[in-house]
Structures are given as structure tokens and as C-alpha cells.
């Protein structure tokens, strides 16, 4: 029993040592997993810059990067911040964007209308995925009043760009006689 007890405490002893070595490799480690590479940093920093001069693009991908934490700490209210300045700006991938942030209350308190206003800019201007979430925010009657010929609208548009899921909502309004001619 002696023998079993000196192998146990040498066990102990041995993960121990292992759990401290693995703490050690996590807390150098960090840095790298929560901002990324050398490369994101220097990418990050160059988006800022131009994102302070007022560019859209940069402050549409500065966003991006603050809510994925790519070369930056992961702020979602931050990334709101940059998508409304390039929203503002009529980007439509931004205005898409903000849409999802206030529709999912993703670093803004969920507000399916003030989503709705957004998906609404940026499907005016075309945006696909904006098009066919906006159609399905007609379909349910969330943050616009429901309405299926609206829906169907907004279906088509972004299925006459191939969307794909916008063309299965729409056959399906269709099979349904949903907001169609029947």
C-alpha cells in the first residue's frame, strides 16, 4: 500500500506540474487568441486610421474587426459605433449590418424596428441578404407591420439575385398563394 500511496502522490505531483505548464502556455498564449496575428494588428491600425478620416470602407471593416476581435479586443459596442458612422454614410453593408446588431440586440438593446430601418437602407441599395431578411420581417410582422405582398416583394428582389434562400421563401409564398395572385 505504501508503494500504491508513493505512486499516487508521484501522479499528483506529475499533473500538477502539467496543469501549471498548460496555465503557463494559456496566459502566453492569450494575447495571440484574443487579438490575433501581428498582421490583424498592423491591419487594424491602418482601418483606424482611415476610419477616423471618415472613410466608409475602413470604418464598415474596423466594425467587422471589433465584433469578431480580429486584431482588436472583441467590442460589440464599439462595432456598433463604426457601423452607424459608415451607415450613415449610405455604405449598405454597414446599414445590412446594423440591422443584424439591432435585430439579434447584439451590443444595442434588440429593437426589430429600428432593425427594420436598416435592412430597410441597405435593401434599397440592393443588398441581397438585406432584401430577404427585410421580406421576412414582413412575413412575421416584426419591427414593420406584416404584410405578405411586401414580403413577396422583398423575397423577389433578392431571389432575382440568386439568392437562394430568398428563392425558397419565395416558392413557397407562391405554393402557398401567399401574398401572390391565387
Not at 16 to 32: G, K
Request: with cysteine; charged share 25%; aromatic share 10%.
Amino acid at each position: 500500500t505504501q508503494t500504491r500511496l508513493c505512486n499516487m502522490v508521484r501522479l499528483s505531483n506529475l499533473c500538477r506540474t502539467l496543469a501549471m505548464r498548460l496555465l503557463m502556455l494559456v496566459v502566453l498564449m492569450l494575447p495571440i487568441l484574443s487579438f490575433g496575428s501581428e498582421e490583424n494588428k498592423r491591419f487594424f491600425e491602418e482601418q483606424q486610421v482611415l476610419a477616423e478620416q471618415g472613410e466608409a470602407n475602413a470604418q464598415n471593416k474596423l466594425a467587422l474587426m471589433y465584433s469578431t476581435g480580429l486584431g482588436v479586443l472583441k467590442d460589440e459596442k464599439e462595432a456598433v459605433k463604426w457601423y452607424r458612422k459608415a451607415a450613415d454614410q449610405g455604405h449598405a453593408d454597414a446599414q445590412y449590418k446594423l440591422g443584424l446588431m439591432y435585430g439579434n440586440g447584439t451590443g444595442v438593446p434588440k429593437d426589430y424596428k429600428e432593425a427594420a430601418k436598416w435592412y430597410r437602407l441597405a435593401a434599397d441599395q440592393g443588398h441581397a441578404k438585406a432584401q430577404f431578411i427585410l421580406g421576412g420581417m414582413y412575413k412575421d410582422g416584426r419591427g414593420v407591420p406584416e404584410d405578405d405582398k411586401e414580403a413577396v416583394k422583398w423575397y423577389r428582389l433578392a431571389a432575382d439575385q440568386g439568392f437562394s434562400r430568398a428563392q425558397y421563401k419565395l416558392g413557397l409564398m407562391y405554393g402557398n398563394g401567399t401574398g401572390v395572385p391565387k
